[in-house]
């Protein structure tokens, strides 16, 4: 190549890696630049607030809706029948001259502090709002007393951009036409405060029993707190986390009230919670009505719809339970348990609560439920209430989840209800780094050789609780969770979950039983059975789910429940009319007693449970009706009897199917056992035989004839037991046990 044609070639490729001029765009960022993007953002604000006041002149502000006059509700048993209407609105209307300034000015320190000055709007609360609603995170926020109260008055409370701007607009329409002070009545007239209440007055009447110009500051804060979540903070019936949301809000509600200068901080300093009065049930809530109508709304909120949408009514609401059922259960706990109680002359009379939950393993539908002794006098529902633990009845759980999970012994051998463990009282766990070494029901000793089936008649916890360690806390928690309790914060992964140391629901325990007899299939326990609407449509929640644990695994524990019946601590309800599954529970000081067991027609869970009138401590219920310990093989046993047989009067009882159960090889005589052996042999003198009223999951009653295996001795006296844990102890589900890391278990 020549050099002109060298020079050229250069020239050419120079040309084509000459650098862009000043100022030049390449690619994307050509059509992309901050101008084109601002004009582009300005023109679509102007675009939209253009569309926003041609909405303004073009909706009118309407007539008040349908939740300003409420409609009733109507709750119909499961044949259809009226069970109760509800509905008839708790409201007194005041005028602002007739609600003291200082509980006014509480209202607005709460819910909008610039109240006063503002034009009806947030326009950040808006915007922030709109972002939840259109992200789907729930409830709008930043709303302005105005707008709240033209949600409550002329709109309804549905979650959606068109509600939301129809909202903007009223509230702007309704600032220039009404005076801030008609307003501020109006909200606190038309906002719902939980217990059937709407308006400020019948608020005060129903958490204070006062008039609203009887209202203390901190009652008054109380209410205007309320606001933010009715039913979440309401004391009588809120959770632990309830109650410390409401007690937050309340201290926020009267520090705002320091920063607008309405209160001296000082007075503020020595203010202090104001609890409010036990509720009282509305009018045809009488009996049971009103626990079950309370089941049944909580079942609807979680399925999205509001407490605001149920009480704006006009709903028809079936629930699953029926009738004769629901009266045999009344009937139970009337002739079983309260014809005995002396509660005006007995204190620990004077603190038993029952409540119970009867479930049709087939549907999962709730076909009985009784909640205590009427909202007049409790409110608490206790068939759902979430305070207690179930004891013993979460032993069943660590059985299923070491057969599902092929769990094996320390030394590697399958567990089955055959598989030998060591039944010695205050046995170390081994294999655990938490150490636990559990006391067995009155400190009775089942020697170093019994089955689990044996363990699980007689509700040993030295087996289970290294059964737990050897399956792993993590893997039971998972197994208990998927098939219905739930983690209420006090579910800790550790080898005394064995014995039930979280909380839990009846409700909980019959999703869990109702499981097992349904081999496996996951049963969801649901109270409503339809809900219709005008304007709104309700997805029914499905009982039935799918396979959670294998049908194996569920009949095998089935299989040993019916052991538990035949020759164990739940022998109370043995009976020729029917064949029983079933355990025994009673939690640490006998605060509570469980009786959990089924048919395969039906599942039902009874819990006794010690609540100290006025305070709602736990306390003992030992000393029940002048007896001594009150556990499950007691009074709740007796109960779920008298309640199974006549609710199965008349219907041909079904056998359990359980051609799949697995019972595992029978071991050797002389086996090796799991882990640390005690050195005492084992009694060869008979079991020992104990009233059941004082005897809930110890040794359980002698087997009978046809029984050729019989109950491994229990025995007092040991030449030789391991080391007990040295710290302290404390009262448990069957006795006394050593304390996991020196810290309490709850009650």
Request: glycine share 10%; hydrophobic share 30%; no cysteine.
């Amino acid at each position: 190549m020549g050099r002109a044609e060298a020079r050229r070639a250069q020239k050419q490729r120079g040309a084509r890696r000459a650098p862009r001029t000043r100022g030049q765009k390449s690619g994307i960022r050509r059509f992309f630049t901050w101008k084109k993007v601002l004009g582009t953002l300005l023109g679509a604000l102007l675009v939209g607030m253009g569309l926003l006041i041609g909405f303004y002149f073009y909706l009118p502000v309407p007539q008040p809706n349908d939740q300003a006059t409420l409609q009733s509700n109507i709750y119909r048993w499961s044949d259809g029948s009226v069970m109760a209407r509800t509905g008839e609105v708790n409201r007194v209307i005041l005028s602002i001259e007739q609600i003291p300034k200082p509980i006014q000015n509480e209202f607005i320190a709460a819910e909008n502090m610039s109240f006063e000055k503002d034009n009806g709007v947030d326009v950040k609360g808006l915007g922030r709002g709109l972002l939840n609603t259109v992200t789907g995170k729930g409830k709008q926020g930043g709303s302005t007393i105005t707008q709240q109260y033209v949600k409550n008055y002329y709109l309804n409370q549905e979650q959606t951009v068109t509600r939301k701007l129809k909202e903007l607009v009223i509230a702007l329409k309704v600032d220039r036409s009404m005076k801030k002070p008609e307003i501020l009545a109006g909200y606190m007239n038309t906002s719902y405060y939980g217990r059937g209440a709407y308006g400020i007055q019948a608020a005060a009447q129903a958490y204070y029993g006062v008039n609203t110009d009887k209202l203390t500051l901190e009652q008054g804060a109380y209410l205007a707190a309320l606001l933010q979540s009715p039913n979440g903070y309401d004391w009588a019936i809120a959770t632990e986390r309830g109650k410390a949301f409401a007690k937050e809000r309340w201290n926020y509600v009267l520090d705002n009230m320091v920063k607008m200068g309405e209160l001296d901080p000082g007075k503020r300093a020595g203010m202090q919670f104001p609890v409010p009065i036990k509720p009282k049930p509305a009018s045809g809530m009488d009996g049971q009505k009103g626990y079950l109508i309370q089941a049944a709304e909580a079942e609807l909120n979680r399925q999205g719809i509001t407490d605001d949408q149920i009480k704006a009514g006009g709903w028809d609401i079936t629930l699953s339970i029926e009738k004769k059922k629901q009266a045999a259960l009344e009937n139970a706990v009337e002739e079983e348990l309260e014809s005995k109680l002396d509660r005006k002359d007995r204190k620990v009379d004077a603190a038993v609560q029952a409540g119970a939950t009867s479930v049709d393993p087939k549907t999962g539908r709730i076909v009985a439920m009784y909640g205590g002794r009427g909202q007049q006098e409790h409110w608490i529902n206790n068939a759902t209430r979430q305070d207690y633990q179930p004891g013993s009845t979460f032993k069943p759980i660590v059985l299923a989840s070491a057969i599902e999970n092929g769990a094996t012994t320390q030394d590697g051998r399958p567990i089955a209800p055959n598989t030998i463990y060591d039944g010695t009282s205050r046995r170390p766990v081994v294999g655990s780094d938490t150490p636990f070494a559990p006391q067995n029901q009155d400190d009775q000793d089942y020697g170093r050789r019994i089955t689990v089936q044996k363990a699980t008649n007689s509700s040993v916890n030295s087996v289970y609780a290294q059964m737990i360690v050897d399956v792993g806390p993590k893997a039971v928690k998972k197994t208990a969770l998927s098939l219905g309790m739930k983690d209420r914060g006090a579910f800790v992964e550790r080898p005394a979950m064995a014995l039930g140391s979280m909380q839990s629901t009846t409700v909980d325990m019959a999703a869990v039983y109702a499981t097992f007899d349904n081999h496996g299939k996951k049963v969801t326990p649901s109270i409503v059975k339809a809900a219709k609407h005008s304007e709104r449509t309700y997805e029914e929640l499905e009982p039935i789910g799918g396979q959670v644990l294998s049908r194996a695994t569920a009949d095998t524990v089935t299989k040993v429940l019916t052991g538990v019946v035949r020759n164990g601590s739940a022998n109370a309800v043995s009976s020729s009319a029917y064949e029983a599954a079933g355990k025994t529970g009673t939690t640490e000081s006998n605060k509570a007693a469980w009786f959990t067991a089924y048919t395969p027609e039906l599942v039902t869970v009874v819990a006794m449970f010690g609540e100290e009138p006025g305070t709602g401590t736990q306390v003992t219920l030992t000393g029940t009706a002048g007896g001594g310990r009150a556990g499950g093989s007691s009074f709740p046993a007796d109960i779920w009897k008298a309640y199974t047989l006549a609710a199965l009067q008349g219907v041909s009882t079904d056998t359990f199917d359980l051609e799949d159960a697995d019972m595992g090889r029978v071991e050797d005589p002389d086996p090796t056992p799991s882990a640390t052996r005690s050195k005492k042999d084992d009694d060869p003198s008979p079991s020992p035989s104990r009233s059941r009223k004082h005897d809930d999951d110890g040794p359980s009653p002698k087997p009978s004839k046809s029984d050729k295996d019989p109950e491994p001795t229990p025995s007092k006296t040991r030449t030789s037991k391991p080391k007990p844990d040295p710290s302290p102890s404390a009262s448990d589900d069957d006795g006394e046990r050593p304390q996991e890391d020196g810290a309490r278990l709850s009650g």
